[in-house]
């Protein structure tokens, strides 16, 4: 089995920060894409920032400049670290990756349980 294990969530003001990570877990072989989406109530989910193994990078427009994606290899974890919060980032986050278990010759995506972040005015 593989899990994603969020933490960091939390109410901050508008202009704060926070810094969410996401550790995977279970029989791992590789992992290539790691990424951060975001549910707002009433809306679709959507991606805010994208890891590849390798390390490039690619965020929402609207985050651009304000968060940055991050991931740790060896410790098979990702993080977001979000600088100059807007009321309108208040969402649920979720992790996303896309796995090899070792056995398999597929990779399979995988999502964490969510994590709520709320931005005050």
């Known amino acids: 089995q593989v899990q994603l294990v969020e933490s960091g969530g939390g109410l901050v003001q508008a202009g704060g920060s926070l810094r969410l990570s996401c550790a995977a877990s279970?029989?791992?072989?590789?992992?290539?894409?790691m990424a951060w989406y975001r549910q707002a109530p009433g809306k679709q989910r959507e991606l805010v920032a994208i890891?590849?193994?390798?390390?490039?990078?690619n965020y929402l427009d609207s985050v651009k400049g304000r968060f940055t994606i991050s991931r740790d290899n060896a410790k098979n974890a990702v993080y977001l670290q979000m600088n100059s919060l807007r009321p309108e980032d208040t969402a649920v986050f979720y992790c996303?990756?896309?796995?090899?278990?070792?056995?398999?010759?597929?990779?399979?995506?995988?999502w964490g349980q969510g994590t709520q972040v709320t931005v005050s005015s």
């Open positions: 996303f990756a896309n796995i090899l278990r070792t056995s398999f010759v597929r990779y399979r995506n995988y």
């Open positions: 890891i590849t193994s390798g390390g490039s990078t």
């Open positions: 279970g029989n791992i072989a590789r992992i290539d894409d």
